[in-house]
Protein backbone atom coordinates (compact mmCIF):
# COMPACT_ATOMS: atom_id res chain seq x y z
CA UNK A 1 0.00 0.00 0.00
CA UNK A 2 1.25 3.49 -0.70
CA UNK A 3 1.84 5.95 2.47
CA UNK A 4 -0.10 8.50 0.91
CA UNK A 5 -3.31 6.35 0.67
CA UNK A 6 -2.92 5.73 4.64
CA UNK A 7 -3.92 9.44 5.50
CA UNK A 8 -7.41 9.24 3.95
CA UNK A 9 -8.28 6.51 6.69
CA UNK A 10 -7.02 8.18 9.81
CA UNK A 11 -4.26 9.70 11.91
CA UNK A 12 -0.99 7.47 10.92
CA UNK A 13 1.50 6.45 13.23
CA UNK A 14 4.82 4.89 11.81
CA UNK A 15 8.18 3.80 12.98
CA UNK A 16 11.89 4.28 12.10
CA UNK A 17 14.62 1.67 12.02
CA UNK A 18 18.01 1.52 11.03
CA UNK A 19 20.30 -1.59 9.96
CA UNK A 20 22.96 -2.32 12.70
CA UNK A 21 26.50 -1.56 11.45
CA UNK A 22 27.63 -5.25 11.37
CA UNK A 23 25.70 -8.77 9.94
CA UNK A 24 26.11 -9.47 13.73
CA UNK A 25 23.59 -7.10 14.45
CA UNK A 26 21.29 -8.47 11.94
CA UNK A 27 19.03 -10.76 15.12
CA UNK A 28 18.55 -7.91 17.31
CA UNK A 29 16.99 -6.02 14.54
CA UNK A 30 14.69 -8.61 13.82
CA UNK A 31 14.01 -9.44 17.24
CA UNK A 32 13.20 -5.38 17.78
CA UNK A 33 11.06 -5.65 14.48
CA UNK A 34 8.99 -8.69 15.97
CA UNK A 35 8.05 -6.70 18.98
CA UNK A 36 7.29 -3.54 16.91
CA UNK A 37 4.77 -5.63 14.83
CA UNK A 38 2.65 -6.21 17.97
CA UNK A 39 2.32 -2.80 17.84
CA UNK A 40 0.48 -2.72 14.25
CA UNK A 41 2.30 0.62 13.11
CA UNK A 42 1.28 1.84 9.12
CA UNK A 43 4.00 1.71 8.35
CA UNK A 44 7.99 1.16 9.41
CA UNK A 45 10.83 2.95 7.35
CA UNK A 46 14.47 1.96 7.14
CA UNK A 47 16.93 4.02 6.82
CA UNK A 48 19.85 4.01 4.50
CA UNK A 49 23.58 5.31 5.38
CA UNK A 50 22.44 7.34 8.33
CA UNK A 51 24.84 7.21 11.37
CA UNK A 52 27.29 5.26 9.70
CA UNK A 53 24.98 2.27 9.39
CA UNK A 54 25.44 -0.30 6.74
CA UNK A 55 25.00 0.17 3.33
CA UNK A 56 21.76 -0.02 0.74
CA UNK A 57 21.81 -3.60 0.62
CA UNK A 58 20.61 -3.32 4.56
CA UNK A 59 18.02 -1.27 3.58
CA UNK A 60 16.63 -3.27 0.84
CA UNK A 61 17.24 -6.61 2.94
CA UNK A 62 15.31 -5.09 6.20
CA UNK A 63 12.49 -3.26 4.37
CA UNK A 64 11.77 -6.57 2.24
CA UNK A 65 11.54 -8.80 5.76
CA UNK A 66 9.53 -5.46 7.15
CA UNK A 67 6.87 -6.25 4.14
CA UNK A 68 7.37 -9.78 3.13
CA UNK A 69 8.07 -11.36 6.73
CA UNK A 70 6.57 -9.50 8.80
CA UNK A 71 3.58 -8.46 6.80
CA UNK A 72 4.04 -4.42 8.00
CA UNK A 73 4.30 -2.32 5.04
CA UNK A 74 7.65 -0.89 4.89
CA UNK A 75 9.29 2.40 3.35
CA UNK A 76 13.09 2.20 2.06
CA UNK A 77 15.55 5.75 2.93
CA UNK A 78 17.14 6.85 -0.36
CA UNK A 79 20.07 9.65 0.37
CA UNK A 80 21.10 10.66 -3.47
CA UNK A 81 24.50 12.15 -2.29
CA UNK A 82 27.16 10.35 -4.09
CA UNK A 83 24.96 8.12 -6.10
CA UNK A 84 24.97 7.73 -9.91
CA UNK A 85 21.70 7.40 -12.36
CA UNK A 86 22.83 3.64 -12.60
CA UNK A 87 23.20 3.21 -8.67
CA UNK A 88 19.70 4.47 -8.40
CA UNK A 89 17.96 2.32 -11.01
CA UNK A 90 19.82 -0.57 -9.66
CA UNK A 91 18.19 0.11 -5.86
CA UNK A 92 14.54 0.54 -7.65
CA UNK A 93 14.88 -2.45 -9.44
CA UNK A 94 15.91 -4.12 -6.16
CA UNK A 95 12.84 -2.34 -4.76
CA UNK A 96 10.72 -3.87 -6.78
CA UNK A 97 12.10 -7.54 -7.02
CA UNK A 98 10.64 -6.86 -3.42
CA UNK A 99 7.84 -5.73 -3.78
CA UNK A 100 8.27 -2.21 -2.47
CA UNK A 101 6.69 0.88 -2.83
CA UNK A 102 7.22 3.60 -0.83
CA UNK A 103 10.57 5.37 -0.81
CA UNK A 104 12.16 8.27 1.42
CA UNK A 105 13.70 10.50 -1.55
CA UNK A 106 16.69 12.06 0.09
CA UNK A 107 19.25 14.12 -0.15
CA UNK A 108 21.72 12.59 2.33
CA UNK A 109 24.21 14.77 4.92
CA UNK A 110 27.68 15.84 3.15
CA UNK A 111 30.43 16.24 5.83
CA UNK A 112 32.03 19.92 6.25
CA UNK A 113 33.37 20.98 2.97
CA UNK A 114 32.24 17.70 1.62
CA UNK A 115 30.82 18.52 -2.50
CA UNK A 116 28.24 15.98 -3.89
CA UNK A 117 30.00 14.12 -6.34
CA UNK A 118 26.81 12.11 -7.49
CA UNK A 119 24.05 12.80 -9.90
CA UNK A 120 21.66 14.07 -8.22
CA UNK A 121 21.97 17.46 -6.22
CA UNK A 122 18.79 17.82 -4.02
CA UNK A 123 15.95 15.49 -2.99
CA UNK A 124 14.27 16.98 -5.62
CA UNK A 125 16.34 15.63 -8.79
CA UNK A 126 16.17 12.30 -7.04
CA UNK A 127 12.12 12.41 -6.42
CA UNK A 128 11.97 13.67 -10.25
CA UNK A 129 14.08 11.00 -11.56
CA UNK A 130 12.30 8.20 -9.93
CA UNK A 131 8.69 9.67 -10.53
CA UNK A 132 10.24 9.25 -14.57
CA UNK A 133 10.38 5.20 -14.02
CA UNK A 134 7.56 3.97 -12.76
CA UNK A 135 4.78 3.84 -9.91
CA UNK A 136 6.78 4.14 -6.45
CA UNK A 137 5.05 6.29 -3.96
CA UNK A 138 7.59 9.14 -2.98
CA UNK A 139 7.60 10.90 0.42
CA UNK A 140 10.37 13.22 1.75
CA UNK A 141 12.15 15.08 4.67
CA UNK A 142 11.05 18.19 6.05
CA UNK A 143 12.78 20.94 9.31
CA UNK A 144 10.09 22.30 10.88
CA UNK A 145 12.95 24.70 12.67
CA UNK A 146 14.68 24.86 8.77
CA UNK A 147 16.96 22.94 7.48
CA UNK A 148 20.20 23.82 8.94
CA UNK A 149 21.63 24.46 5.44
CA UNK A 150 19.00 26.25 4.36
CA UNK A 151 19.74 30.39 3.76
CA UNK A 152 16.49 30.85 5.65
CA UNK A 153 13.12 29.38 6.55
CA UNK A 154 11.42 30.61 3.98
CA UNK A 155 13.96 29.74 1.53
CA UNK A 156 13.60 26.24 2.69
CA UNK A 157 10.24 26.10 2.31
CA UNK A 158 10.46 27.44 -1.27
CA UNK A 159 12.89 24.43 -1.72
CA UNK A 160 10.29 21.90 -0.25
CA UNK A 161 7.49 22.92 -2.18
CA UNK A 162 9.87 22.63 -5.20
CA UNK A 163 10.08 19.03 -4.05
CA UNK A 164 6.40 18.37 -3.58
CA UNK A 165 5.83 19.44 -7.02
CA UNK A 166 8.26 17.00 -8.26
CA UNK A 167 6.21 14.16 -7.02
CA UNK A 168 6.51 13.80 -3.08
CA UNK A 169 3.08 12.28 -1.73
CA UNK A 170 3.64 12.91 2.06
CA UNK A 171 6.69 14.58 3.87
CA UNK A 172 7.81 13.46 7.67
CA UNK A 173 9.54 15.92 9.93
CA UNK A 174 12.98 16.44 11.46
CA UNK A 175 13.16 15.74 15.22
CA UNK A 176 11.63 18.57 17.28
CA UNK A 177 11.26 18.74 21.04
CA UNK A 178 8.97 21.88 21.03
CA UNK A 179 5.52 22.00 19.07
CA UNK A 180 5.37 24.99 18.76
CA UNK A 181 8.05 25.18 15.90
CA UNK A 182 5.95 22.44 13.97
CA UNK A 183 2.47 24.70 14.01
CA UNK A 184 4.51 27.67 12.82
CA UNK A 185 6.01 25.39 10.23
CA UNK A 186 2.87 23.46 9.51
CA UNK A 187 1.07 26.88 8.93
CA UNK A 188 3.30 28.47 6.75
CA UNK A 189 3.74 25.27 4.09
CA UNK A 190 0.19 25.41 4.14
CA UNK A 191 0.20 28.99 2.67
CA UNK A 192 2.42 28.01 0.77
CA UNK A 193 0.21 25.26 -1.01
CA UNK A 194 2.08 22.41 0.37
CA UNK A 195 -0.93 20.37 1.24
CA UNK A 196 0.38 17.04 1.21
CA UNK A 197 -0.11 15.28 4.63
CA UNK A 198 2.95 15.94 6.88
CA UNK A 199 4.19 13.71 9.61
CA UNK A 200 5.52 14.69 12.83
CA UNK A 201 9.49 13.61 13.46
CA UNK A 202 9.23 12.15 17.31
CA UNK A 203 12.38 10.86 19.26
CA UNK A 204 12.10 9.39 22.37
CA UNK A 205 14.95 10.78 24.82
CA UNK A 206 16.81 7.58 26.19
CA UNK A 207 20.16 9.12 26.64
CA UNK A 208 22.51 12.40 27.33
CA UNK A 209 24.89 11.75 24.75
CA UNK A 210 22.50 10.49 21.88
CA UNK A 211 20.62 13.58 21.94
CA UNK A 212 23.35 15.80 21.62
CA UNK A 213 25.04 13.73 18.92
CA UNK A 214 21.70 14.14 17.02
CA UNK A 215 20.73 18.10 18.10
CA UNK A 216 24.60 18.71 16.87
CA UNK A 217 23.58 17.10 13.32
CA UNK A 218 19.97 18.60 12.55
CA UNK A 219 20.25 21.97 14.82
CA UNK A 220 17.18 20.89 17.09
CA UNK A 221 16.04 23.93 19.46
CA UNK A 222 16.39 21.78 22.94
CA UNK A 223 13.68 23.73 25.13
CA UNK A 224 14.34 24.59 28.84
CA UNK A 225 11.86 21.87 30.13
CA UNK A 226 13.88 19.63 28.16
CA UNK A 227 17.22 20.33 29.06
CA UNK A 228 15.95 20.18 32.96
CA UNK A 229 14.62 16.80 32.57
CA UNK A 230 18.37 15.71 31.11
CA UNK A 231 20.54 17.81 33.53
CA UNK A 232 18.48 15.58 36.25
CA UNK A 233 18.09 12.80 35.19
CA UNK A 234 21.42 12.11 32.75
CA UNK A 235 22.76 9.73 34.74
CA UNK A 236 20.01 7.69 36.43
CA UNK A 237 19.28 5.61 33.02
CA UNK A 238 16.01 3.55 34.30
CA UNK A 239 14.15 7.75 35.10
CA UNK A 240 16.10 9.54 32.03
CA UNK A 241 14.30 6.78 29.83
CA UNK A 242 11.07 7.36 31.53
CA UNK A 243 11.43 10.47 31.66
CA UNK A 244 12.02 10.49 27.86
CA UNK A 245 8.98 8.17 27.12
CA UNK A 246 6.75 10.72 29.31
CA UNK A 247 7.89 13.92 27.64
CA UNK A 248 7.58 12.43 23.60
CA UNK A 249 3.96 11.32 25.34
CA UNK A 250 3.46 14.65 26.19
CA UNK A 251 4.43 16.42 22.69
CA UNK A 252 2.66 13.57 20.64
CA UNK A 253 -0.64 14.09 22.50
CA UNK A 254 -0.57 17.90 22.33
CA UNK A 255 0.16 16.71 18.26
CA UNK A 256 -2.69 14.90 17.77
CA UNK A 257 -5.14 17.29 20.13
CA UNK A 258 -4.06 19.67 16.73
CA UNK A 259 -5.40 17.16 14.84
CA UNK A 260 -1.54 16.14 13.25
CA UNK A 261 -1.73 13.96 9.97
CA UNK A 262 0.46 11.68 11.84
CA UNK A 263 3.50 10.70 14.18
CA UNK A 264 6.84 9.07 12.73
CA UNK A 265 8.46 7.73 15.74
CA UNK A 266 12.43 7.54 15.74
CA UNK A 267 12.52 3.79 17.53
CA UNK A 268 15.99 3.69 17.64
CA UNK A 269 15.53 -0.01 17.32
CA UNK A 270 14.03 0.67 20.78
CA UNK A 271 10.67 -1.85 20.95
CA UNK A 272 10.27 -1.39 25.09
CA UNK A 273 10.03 2.92 24.28
CA UNK A 274 8.18 2.07 20.98
CA UNK A 275 5.69 -0.37 23.22
CA UNK A 276 5.33 2.02 25.93
CA UNK A 277 4.56 4.68 23.82
CA UNK A 278 2.12 2.93 21.87
CA UNK A 279 0.41 1.90 24.91
CA UNK A 280 -0.36 5.19 26.08
CA UNK A 281 -1.77 6.80 22.64
CA UNK A 282 -3.45 3.91 21.86
CA UNK A 283 -7.52 5.46 22.70
CA UNK A 284 -6.00 9.03 21.52
CA UNK A 285 -4.49 8.24 17.90
CA UNK A 286 -7.47 9.25 15.53
CA UNK A 287 -10.31 9.30 18.63
P1 LIG B 1 17.04 18.41 0.26
O1 LIG B 1 15.58 18.42 0.17
O2 LIG B 1 17.82 18.30 -1.00
O3 LIG B 1 17.47 19.74 1.03
C1 LIG B 1 18.84 19.91 1.45
C2 LIG B 1 19.19 21.40 1.46
O4 LIG B 1 19.18 21.90 0.10
C3 LIG B 1 18.19 22.27 2.22
O5 LIG B 1 18.89 23.32 2.82
C4 LIG B 1 17.27 22.80 1.13
O6 LIG B 1 16.67 24.05 1.48
C5 LIG B 1 18.24 22.95 -0.04
N1 LIG B 1 17.56 22.73 -1.34
C6 LIG B 1 16.68 21.73 -1.62
N2 LIG B 1 16.28 21.85 -2.91
C7 LIG B 1 16.91 22.92 -3.44
C8 LIG B 1 16.92 23.54 -4.71
N3 LIG B 1 16.18 23.05 -5.72
N4 LIG B 1 17.71 24.64 -4.88
C9 LIG B 1 18.45 25.13 -3.87
N5 LIG B 1 18.49 24.58 -2.63
C10 LIG B 1 17.74 23.49 -2.43
N6 LIG B 1 20.04 10.78 5.91
C11 LIG B 1 20.63 9.64 5.50
O7 LIG B 1 21.79 9.65 5.08
N7 LIG B 1 19.96 8.43 5.55
C12 LIG B 1 18.68 8.33 5.99
O8 LIG B 1 18.11 7.24 6.03
C13 LIG B 1 18.02 9.53 6.44
N8 LIG B 1 16.75 9.51 6.88
C14 LIG B 1 16.12 10.69 7.20
C15 LIG B 1 14.76 10.67 7.57
C16 LIG B 1 14.09 11.85 7.91
C17 LIG B 1 12.63 11.80 8.28
C18 LIG B 1 14.79 13.08 7.90
C19 LIG B 1 14.10 14.36 8.29
C20 LIG B 1 16.14 13.12 7.54
C21 LIG B 1 16.81 11.93 7.18
N9 LIG B 1 18.15 11.93 6.78
C22 LIG B 1 18.77 10.76 6.38
C23 LIG B 1 18.94 13.17 6.84
C24 LIG B 1 18.93 13.95 5.49
O9 LIG B 1 19.61 13.20 4.50
C25 LIG B 1 19.62 15.29 5.76
O10 LIG B 1 18.84 16.08 6.60
C26 LIG B 1 20.10 16.05 4.53
O11 LIG B 1 20.99 17.07 4.98
C27 LIG B 1 19.01 16.73 3.73
O12 LIG B 1 18.23 15.82 3.10
P2 LIG B 1 16.90 16.30 2.29
O13 LIG B 1 16.40 15.12 1.61
O14 LIG B 1 16.01 17.08 3.17
O15 LIG B 1 17.60 17.28 1.22
New binding site residues.
Given amino acids: MKTVDMFKRRQVVSF?V?PPKRNAGLDGIYQAISQLKALSPDFV???????G?AGSRA?IDIASAVKNAYGMESVA?????GLSREDVCAFLESLREAGIENI???????APGETNTGDF??????AAFIQERGSFNL?????PE??????SKE??????K??VDAGVTHL????FFDNAFFYDFLDKARALGISVPIEA?IMPVANRKQIERMTS??GATLPAKFLKMMERYEFNPIAMRDAGIAYAVDQIVDLLAHGVDGI?L?TMNNPYIATKISEAIASIVSA
Avoid: M, W
Avoid at 45 to 51: D, F, I, K, L, P
Avoid at 121 to 126: E, Q, V
Avoid at 146 to 151: I, L, R, S, V
Fill in positions: EFSVTYGAGSTHLPCALALRGDLLHASDLIGACYGHPAAEEDLKNLTKITQLGLCHY
